[in-house]
């Protein structure tokens, strides 16, 4: 064989049996995907969000990698897991949960890409400069619960109008709890009704929680728009179910458990958008030029079963208003 002939086939040979790194290919670009709750009950948002990036050319464990970091609602854990994000250098950082993650990611890098996707004002919470232009490295999409406070108050006391008192149910350790309560305070006055701002940060709170209501004469209840809540809709549809009291969310997911009824944003749609701006800025997109897009998808869901349950005949004008009613 020819000097020549043997250096070709040892150079195909090398070719094919060295990884694709060592031959002088680009390594699959790696995104951090930063979640205040738990992975456990987000499987439908975090395939959302994968079909996101497809619809922009990215596949994970085809030509994107995703590195995950839950914190398993301990918001302590944010800066940490935000902090080994930056170290592993991900091309982006998807910050979704509560607005905690994406303000912890923030503190973490001026440089990296950040997507958020929650329900805060994100120009209030400090995460861009506007939304048309946000500047900076952050941008995402904002479904802003808490705009719709007043909206689910509204329904609630059509549907319950006996019910005078109403509590609503908080996460203090939610940066953006103060803001929902505000919001609904302002809404029970000028509706002639008083609230009841109840506090849950574990689950061992719900039980005492709930056996309270009665005492403090709570006729209805909001649960306030957090993964935490979110994670946990079977334990709090069948305590509102063992309570008796009417119980509206802001997930699709609970009426279709079992609970009374729901009012706001897809966040299904969100991810899905969330997903596709990770997806455009992998390929170039700069976030100061991505503007903030807000989920106007905006969907009311009635349970009648439930709602018989608990001995409640629904308006006829609220059931023409739902977007979909479970029999």
Avoid: C
């Amino acid at each position: 064989m020819r000097r020549r002939q043997f250096i070709t086939l040892l150079g195909g040979a090398a070719a094919t049996l060295w990884p694709p790194a060592a031959r002088g290919q680009q390594p699959m670009p790696v995104i951090g995907f930063l979640n205040t709750a738990s992975s456990g009950e987000f499987l439908p948002f975090v395939v959302a969000f994968r079909q996101g990036l497809k619809e922009a050319g990215y596949s994970e464990g085809q030509n994107v990698l995703i590195e995950y970091r839950w914190a398993e609602n301990q918001h302590d854990r944010l800066p940490t897991l935000a902090a080994d994000l930056v170290r592993y250098q991900v091309a982006v950082i998807f910050a979704a949960g509560n607005p905690d993650s994406a303000l912890v990611a923030k503190a973490a890098t001026s440089t990296i890409p950040i997507v958020f996707a929650n329900g805060a004002d994100p120009i209030k919470f400090g995460l861009v400069a506007g939304l048309n232009r946000p500047g900076g490295n952050v941008t995402g999409v904002s479904f802003l619960f808490a705009a719709l406070g007043q909206k689910k108050l509204e329904l609630l006391h059509e549907m319950a109008p006996k019910a005078a008192i109403i509590g609503v149910l908080l996460n203090p350790t939610n940066s953006n709890a103060e803001n929902q309560a505000s919001d609904l305070q302002t809404a029970a006055r000028t509706l002639g009704l008083r609230l009841h701002v109840l506090h849950a940060s574990a689950e061992r709170d719900f039980d005492s929680l709930f056996a309270n209501l009665l005492q403090l004469r709570v006729g209805a209840l909001v649960i306030g728009a957090d993964a935490f809540f979110h994670n946990r809709l079977d334990q709090l549809i069948a305590l509102a179910a063992r309570h008796s009291v009417p119980t509206i969310y802001s997930w699709r997911e609970a009426p279709a458990a079992g609970g009374l009824m729901s009012y706001g944003t897809s966040i299904i749609d969100a991810y899905r958008r969330a997903g596709n701006y990770v997806g455009r800025i992998l390929k170039g997109d700069k976030p100061a030029d991505l503007p903030v897009q807000q989920s106007t998808k905006v969907e009311l869901i009635i349970n009648l079963k439930t709602a018989k349950a608990l001995g409640i005949t629904v308006p006829i004008p609220l059931l023409g208003r739902a977007d979909e009613v479970i029999e």
